[in-house]
């Protein structure tokens, strides 16, 4: 991977490595397990249920996902199929102050390789589904925004930078 592990923040919209696609990892090594530790890190500080890598700077294709006991790291994660459809109002990490609703696969399947490198099959459903599939669509340089018509896009983006530079005015210190 070679990539330094230095990034102590989310990488928050338009930062460029939000918009690309996330290299393969190609050895699950000492390296890929300590950018999983600073990315479940990073997850639980900033209160979230899922993270990618370039989430932090890191343009690999890993992905950390805690909601229900524990948190669990896919390395490489691709949906395989998916069923069903449902609505529901996401938000993300790298997009704060924006909520939107989203429409997802009901039931998906998952295929990855876990820390070992040994090759995870999963298939999950209602709110975990929702989360694997919005961190993988993170791995391919897509947000919650993108599931939006061009409009609406604009428009809460718009609404976010508003959002963002009104809070930035409050912490500032006269």
């Known amino acids: 991977m070679g990539v330094k592990i230095e990034m102590n923040e989310i990488r928050i919209y338009p930062d460029p490595i939000l918009l690309k696609k996330a290299e393969k990892v190609q050895n699950i090594d000492g390296q890929a397990k300590e950018i999983v530790?600073?990315?479940v890190e990073?997850?639980?500080?900033?209160r979230g249920i899922g993270l990618a890598a370039p989430q932090i700077g890191i343009p690999s294709q890993i992905i950390v996902v805690g909601i229900e006991n524990g948190w669990?790291?896919?390395i490489n994660p691709e949906l395989a199929a998916g069923k069903g459809e449902s609505v529901w109002e996401e938000g993300c990490l790298s997009l704060p102050t924006l909520e939107t609703p989203v429409k997802r696969?009901?039931?998906?399947?998952?295929?990855?390789?876990?820390l070992d490198g040994k090759e995870i099959n999963l298939e999950v459903s209602g709110l975990t589904g929702r989360v694997y599939q919005?961190?993988?669509?993170?791995?391919?340089?897509?947000?919650?925004?993108?599931?939006?018509?061009?409009?609406?896009?604009?428009l809460l983006i718009k609404k976010m930078i508003k959002d963002?530079?009104?809070?930035?005015?409050?912490s500032l210190p006269l």
């Open 134 to 154: 919005h961190e993988i669509d993170h791995l391919h340089g897509i947000l919650i925004v993108d599931h939006l018509s061009a409009f609406k896009r604009n």
């Open 105 to 114: 696969k009901e039931r998906v399947y998952v295929r990855a390789r876990d």
């Open 72 to 74: 669990r790291a896919l």
């Open 164 to 170: 963002q530079k009104r809070s930035q005015k409050k």
């Open 42 to 46: 990073v997850m639980y500080a900033n």
């Open 37 to 39: 530790d600073r990315m």
